[in-house]
């Protein structure tokens, strides 16, 4: 976890962290200095109790997050994002840049890889680490040469009868003049027209921040999961608060946020996403190796039922999946029974 960031939330579990490091530091120095006694035995004992609090702490923390909460966690600096998935579970990785129009938006990786012992054409979001790479990167909001450059490496996926994969995490699509200029809105626009006929699987995981049609742009799939602690809306928190309040502070963007239903559980209840994929205790920026596991493992499992389709029977049933989707009943008023 970030030593300069701290969810406020997770105080009582810093503090237990603090102690079993002191607690693990000073049987380091016992071990070096040869004393294995009842000394180092009642501090492995403390050790263990401290971390059986940490856990049970944890879980008390976690089990009741509200949904700002939740995107903070999302936010969270130590977050794995599309190249540390990569990294963590990719074999082969090749990357592909550039729109072939106007140039390469580092805000979208793409390229080829191997998932477990499929081979897939991986498409995602990265927001960068360091302050370098966040400028790089435009802090994940990428820009229409992002959105083309993956729409290009996706019909190549298609040419070769490859499955895609995209990891979305994005704030939204990147809203200034410039872009605008090059299309922005027809970029989006052109990518979800497309992907809704891609002759080839289409797997889409929200990893962290799915914002409104930045997210979208890329999320146009046949099965779509949520990993537990992600969001993913029509607007951010603050967007929301900031139209309906004129402000945006901590009461409007919890009060918008809760308004939103843009937790996993909520997409989930709602038929926006099909799965939501757990996180280890603490979330994914606890233990970036678990949650690249569990999100291999799910991945891999969707291709291998997706590629069990007809391809005709797949387009029908992706076409079918966002028909349905706002469709709801009205119960009509029986003659002679409305209000007075």
């Given amino acids: 976890m970030s030593a300069y960031?701290?969810?406020?939330?997770?105080?009582?579990?810093?503090?237990?962290?603090q102690q079993i490091e002191a607690a693990e530091a000073?049987?380091?120095?016992?071990?070096?200095?040869?004393?294995?006694?009842?000394?180092?035995?009642?501090?492995?004992?403390?050790?263990e109790d401290l971390r059986a609090k940490r856990s049970e702490a944890l879980t008390k923390v976690y089990s009741k997050l509200t949904a700002w909460e939740t995107v903070r966690v999302a936010r969270h600096p130590s977050r794995p994002q599309t190249r540390d998935y990569i990294g963590m579970m990719c074999r082969d990785f090749v990357e592909l840049q550039g729109d072939r129009r106007y140039g390469d938006d580092q805000a979208i990786v793409t390229g080829f890889a191997r998932i477990g012992a499929m081979k897939v054409m991986l498409v995602g979001h990265q927001?960068?680490?360091?302050?370098?790479?966040?400028?790089?990167?435009?802090?994940?909001?990428?820009?229409?040469?992002?959105?083309?450059?993956?729409?290009?490496?996706?019909?190549?996926?298609e040419k070769y009868g490859v499955p895609i994969v995209t990891l979305v995490d994005t704030p939204g699509a990147y809203p200034g003049l410039g872009a605008e200029q090059r299309g922005q809105a027809e970029a989006i626009a052109?990518?979800?027209?497309?992907?809704?006929?891609?002759?080839?699987?289409?797997?889409?995981?929200?990893?962290?921040?799915?914002?409104s049609g930045g997210a979208l742009g890329i999320a146009v799939a046949d099965t779509v999961g949520m990993l537990a602690h992600s969001w993913y809306s029509v607007i951010s928190p603050e967007?929301?608060?900031?139209?309906l309040?004129?402000?945006?502070?901590?009461?409007?963007?919890?009060a918008a946020a809760k308004a939103l239903k843009l937790t996993a559980s909520d997409n989930l209840s709602l038929g926006i996403v099909d799965e939501v994929i757990p996180e280890p205790l603490g979330g994914a920026h606890r233990d970036a190796k678990g949650t690249a596991h569990a999100l291999q493992h799910w991945i891999v499992a969707r291709l291998h039922d997706l590629r069990t389709v007809e391809i005709d029977r797949l387009l029908e049933n992706r076409y079918q999946r966002y028909r349905k989707m706002g469709v709801y009943l009205e119960q009509q008023?029986?003659?002679?029974?409305?209000?007075n």
Avoid at 6 to 16: G, I, N, S
Avoid at 30 to 45: D, K
Wanted: include cysteine; hydrophobic fraction near 40%.
């Fill in 26 to 47: 000073r049987l380091a120095a016992e071990s070096a200095a040869g004393s294995n006694g009842p000394g180092a035995a009642a501090l492995r004992a403390e050790i």
């Fill in 239 to 243: 967007g929301c608060a900031a139209i």
């Fill in 127 to 157: 927001k960068g680490k360091q302050t370098s790479e966040k400028l790089a990167c435009n802090f994940g909001c990428a820009h229409p040469e992002g959105y083309r450059k993956a729409l290009a490496k996706m019909k190549l996926a």
């Fill in 190 to 211: 052109v990518n979800m027209l497309e992907m809704s006929r891609l002759r080839t699987p289409i797997v889409s995981v929200v990893i962290g921040e799915g914002g």
């Fill in 5 to 17: 960031y701290q969810l406020d939330f997770e105080k009582p579990v810093v503090a237990l962290e």
């Fill in 245 to 254: 309040w004129k402000e945006a502070n901590e009461q409007t963007n919890t």
């Fill in 333 to 339: 008023t029986p003659v002679g029974q409305g209000s």
